[in-house]
């Protein structure tokens, strides 16, 4: 029994046969099965499975049944072409963790800047994943999964910190986010001093529900960005001193 995305057209070309390279794809996804994958035939005809599991999240999953003799799945001891599910989905569990999509430490801050590096009041841009404790992110929901509907569209909050200390007032802004679909795109992210060893802290509210775009309180989950440099930007007044 396999977890997989409905295959491609060409699964099998003949009723003889299945394409090594889609067999091969079908038994590396059992990685994200677990329980009872095999059954045998009863006298009514009938193979009953009990207990399968996954912690794969997709809106596109169906299973795959191999009748096959009692030995390694392979292409030679098949006896029938599998038969197919239909589609059905798997919704994210509750947020767990963040992680980072876009590091601000892996980006140019201009065209001809070193990678890490932004001009002081220039734009920096992060992208922020939420994400379930099985890795799935928390991106698409149904109706009944409460927790998923909590979060899939969670506040996400960022500060600026340099050596440890949030300095957000001081050379920079707070920016909160709305997730879209488990996503936290930040777009308008500025430092305004220049200084090496700059850094930002992404935050999300771990248990609350929130439903809105707020300062996210409560018992919070984070995730840092790499170091990052900010110089100074080109003169824009002379001041006497």
Do not use: W
């Not at 197919?84 to 989905?89: A, C, D, L, Q, V």
């Not at 992208?127 to 998923?148: A, P, R, T, Y």
């Not at 936290?184 to 929130?210: C, D, G, H, L, Q």
């Amino acid at each position: 029994t396999v977890v997989t995305a409905p295959p491609q057209d060409g699964l099998c070309q003949c009723q003889a046969c299945i394409h090594p390279k889609t067999l091969e794809d079908a038994i590396a996804e059992t990685m994200f099965l677990s329980g009872n994958l095999t059954a045998l035939v009863d006298a009514s005809g009938n193979a009953r499975f009990q207990g399968i599991e996954t912690a794969l999240a997709r809106p596109d999953l169906r299973l795959l049944f191999y009748p096959f003799t009692p030995s390694p799945l392979t292409e030679t001891n098949l006896t029938s072409l599998p038969f197919r599910s239909s589609i059905f989905t798997v919704t994210s569990g509750r947020l767990s963790r963040l992680a980072l999509l876009l590091d601000p430490a892996e980006a140019q801050g201009c065209r001809r800047c070193p990678t890490g590096v932004y001009l002081a009041g220039t734009t920096i841009r992060a992208e922020v994943v939420l994400l379930d404790s099985f890795g799935n992110v928390v991106g698409f929901c149904d109706q009944e999964n409460i927790f998923c509907n909590a979060f899939n569209n969670a506040p996400v909050i960022s500060r600026l910190f340099r050596a440890g200390s949030d300095v957000t007032t001081s050379a920079g802004q707070q920016r909160i986010v709305a997730a879209v679909d488990g996503t936290a795109n930040f777009t308008s992210m500025v430092v305004t001093r220049s200084n090496a060893e700059y850094y930002f802290v992404f935050r999300a509210e771990e248990k609350a529900f929130p439903n809105a775009v707020g300062t996210p309180t409560g018992n919070l989950i984070q995730v840092e960005s790499g170091m990052f440099t900010v110089v100074s930007n080109k003169a824009r007044m002379i001041r006497a001193v």
